[in-house]
């Protein structure tokens, strides 16, 4: 199964982006699932986490601002960014774990 992010963009800091994570097929067997993101010069992170019980683990950089989902009906995964920060920008992926192939990733942009 590949994971494709979307819905990335500009935004002004302090605004919301919701980022979609669309599968080639049935996500509802995989146990974990996660967001990434790399800024340039950076190496990629997680910056979230979601297990097939539904439990979500955040890295402490975004923790109280993002929100992590999966809808297994629709083969879905979500990212609710709230409160954004210029140092939220950078390219975001969806991928399993373990790694599947990754995608192209969206662009996310912070304005200060």
């Known amino acids: 199964v590949q994971l494709q992010a979307s819905g990335g963009g500009l935004v002004q800091a302090g605004g919301s982006l919701r980022l979609s994570c669309a599968a080639s097929?049935?996500?509802?067997?995989?146990?974990?699932m996660g967001w990434y993101r790399q800024a340039p010069g950076n190496k990629r992170e997680r910056v979230a986490t979601i297990l097939r019980s539904n439990r979500t683990i955040y890295a402490d950089s975004v923790k109280g601002r993002f929100t992590i989902s999966r809808d297994n009906t629709r083969n879905t995964m979500s990212l609710q960014m709230n409160s954004l920060k210029p140092e939220d920008t950078a390219v975001y992926y969806c991928?399993?774990?373990?790694?599947?192939?990754w995608g192209q990733g969206t662009q996310v942009t912070v304005s200060s």
């Open positions: 991928n399993r774990i373990p790694w599947g192939p």
């Open positions: 097929g049935p996500i509802f067997s995989i146990e974990v």
